[in-house]
């Protein structure tokens, strides 16, 4: 008897930290609170796309899958930290809690279950995360099943974060831009240094080929950037003859976005002097008169 019971206890301590198994047909209709969770975690975990939308509400889940591929996985990475798609393990603490472990190539990521609050149509439950950061899930009742509703005091809503990680992703474009454009400005003036003036064309930047480096072809930027069309947004350039007789020419660069408010808003003027101006011009080209733009 004491043999069987050391057998049965055994068995359970085994189950308990089994991986996962595949999503179960009903997954999707746990009924209780905490068991959505969890699997909308371990969908996190895996960044399985289609197992964790079952756990958002509908509307946040026609979001989901309207969202860009890179800004899906990156919904995921947030609930647990994690950049890479893990293995996870469910088991359950002395108190008969759940804890998730999530196991990746670079980090393993611990979630521990609280003591859920539920009423009819409204639930929270309480998690700590590797490190001690505490977090309470908001869920509801909707569709037969316990659905995300918020994260924190904050409401789990997509459509607000898809517009804060398009304007993130705006600025980012952007600021990418400015780099290039320096980058430009450094290849025309190492360009005159090398052969004495400078390019007529941006063209004349590239990359050269396996017959080494010549005035039409300098092999001082890329391939995108020598082409005036990078990153979302179209390059140009212009020799400016010198003021005075004798002078040295200078030279402007510009930079719009190729789709206004897809790929950036604001239009930037960069002189050979090294000053950026620019700003919001609706698609317009900017130019010596608009505002200075002080680096961040």
């Known amino acids: 008897m004491i043999r069987r019971h050391r057998i049965a206890a055994l068995a359970l301590m085994t189950a308990a930290t089994l991986p996962v198994q595949p999503a179960r047909a ?3 209709q746990e009924v209780n609170p905490a068991a959505a969770l ?3 975690l371990v969908g996190a975990c895996r960044q399985n796309e289609t197992q ?6 509908a509307e946040n889940a026609a979001i989901f899958r309207e969202l860009l591929p890179t800004q899906r ?4 990475r947030r609930f647990l930290l994690v950049d890479e798609p893990g293995r996870p393990l469910l088991s359950t603490d002395p108190r008969g809690r759940t804890v998730l472990r999530c196991e990746t190539p670079g980090v393993t990521a611990e979630i ?9 149509n409204l ?11 505490r977090v309470e899930f908001g869920m509801v009742r909707e569709g037969g099943g316990w659905r995300i509703l918020s ?5 789990f809503n997509l459509a607000e974060l898809q517009k804060q990680w398009e304007e993130q992703e705006l600025q980012r474009k952007e600021e990418a831009t400015i780099v290039e454009m320096r980058r430009l400005a450094e290849a025309i003036k190492t360009y005159r240094r090398a052969f004495g003036a400078m390019p007529e064309r941006l063209s004349q930047l590239g990359p050269a080929p396996k017959e080494g480096v010549s005035p039409e072809a300098a092999s001082l930027v890329d391939a995108d950037l020598a082409s005036g069309l990078k990153g979302g947004y179209r390059f140009r350039y212009r020799i400016v003859p010198a003021i005075e007789e004798g002078g040295e020419a200078g030279f402007e660069l510009a930079a719009v976005p190729s789709e206004y408010g897809q790929t950036g808003r604001r239009s ?5 002097r090294g000053k950026l101006r620019g700003g919001d011009k609706q698609g317009a080209v900017a130019t010596a008169a608009d505002p200075p733009i002080e680096p961040r």
Do not use: K, M
């Open 52 to 57: 964790f939308a079952r756990y958002l509400t």
């Open 73 to 76: 996985r990156d919904v995921l």
């Open 151 to 155: 994260v924190g005091l904050l409401l």
């Open 123 to 133: 639930a929270f439950v309480p998690i700590e995360v590797s490190g001690g950061r």
């Open 26 to 28: 009903q997954e999707g």
């Open 38 to 40: 969890s699997s909308a």
């Open 268 to 272: 930037f003027f960069l002189d050979h």
């Open 112 to 120: 521990r279950f609280g003591q859920e609050r539920a009423g009819e």
